[in-house]
């Protein structure tokens, strides 16, 4: 579905107040596709639907899933038959093409799977063999993906280092299948949070998994059972983009509906908002953040990618030079990050060098303003409207709808 374009302008200056961030979209994706897969109806909560969420669901949905939306919950009867031989949205989310690939193949399904924006050009080919090698057939054609066969048990090997991703689809789909399976990521595990997140996922369904080191054990021929109401929690990764806003602020900002024993990667943002020099206060279930005397320091993107880009943003407000490093998988999201973001913090007035693997920001305390192009970068976009709060005139946003992504009411909240 095309969206309809439009432009924000911002004015400059630090912002203040108070938001509720919406359902983390890496939880909501992982209980969707459990609920499907499971043995009764199920109610899910999730605060604001994002793109990505909405594509999963229509992915489940074309798999033989019942799916009923009503105002914030996803009402979700489990595939009882599957449907073969259709066509699955899976637009530009690359979470909902590599959970629910290896899906279908437990499913024994056949079909495609139609991507849009850059998702065709992301990595792929090293999952594609490994499930081809279990027994399921895979061919792309441009923008299709077609599948289809059956999935196998047996050993599956990984790269560490090359998506998270992969790890969880196959963590929901090998313990539906006849046999014991094992998967061994070799090499360091980037992202290891992520994975984290699907085995409290399928846990919460009842799935057994047995974990040492980066060696997973998957008993075959399990149910998944989650109970008939659940409720996603807050998104740390958008809550970023509120929290960086209240480190450029002197009365700060306060971010509600967020698990502080959160099993989300992006937590991380409070350990570094702290490096950083800024204020952090937690409550219950918020955070306030507020402006301290800002310093530069060096930020690991291994494990926190999608944090990088509004972390760079802020970088801009501490004077001296912020590195980030190990950020090479970056370059290869729905923009190429390191790219986009070094080319934001200069049309911006602020000094960004691109590396090959990383970034330096040379830091001055301030940004001027002016235009910011997101690439269609849904974190780019919102990045800019951080950058906003140090500017001394106006920004203005182009193709601000690619927020819609993960955060449809982002501009709203604002």
Partial sequence: ?????FSVILPPGPRSGEVHIPASKSVAHRLLICAALGQTKTALRIDGFSRDILATAACLKALGAGIEIRKDVIRVM??????SGGMLPCGESGSTLRFLLPVAGALGASGYFRMEGRLPERPMQVYEDLLCAHGMRIERDGSWLRFGGQLQSGEYRLPGDVSSQYFSGLLMA??????????????????????????DAVSRAGVRLEREGRTWTVPGAQRFHLPGFLRAEGDWSNAAFFLCMGALSEEGVTVRGLNLDSAQGDKAVLDILERFGANVLTGTDSVTVRRGELRPVT???????????????????AVGDTRIINAARLRMK???????????????????EELPEGLVIHGTGALRGG????????RIAMSAAVAACMCTQWVTVLDAQCVQKSYHSFWGEL
């Fill in 1 to 5: 579905m095309r969206q309809k374009k």
């Fill in 78 to 83: 489990p595939i009882r038959k599957t449907v």
């Fill in 174 to 199: 090998l313990p539906m299948i006849n046999g014991e399976s094992t998967i061994i990521a070799e090499g360091k595990l980037e992202s290891a949070d992520y994975i984290r997140l699907t085995e």
């Fill in 299 to 317: 930020i690991d993107a291994a494990p926190i990618p999608d944090l990088i880009p509004v972390l760079s943003v802020l970088a801009c407000g």
């Fill in 334 to 352: 729905e923009s190429d990050r390191l790219q986009s973001t070094a080319r934001l913090i200069n049309d911006l007035g602020g000094n960004a």
């Fill in 371 to 378: 235009t910011a192009d997101p690439c269609n970068d849904h």
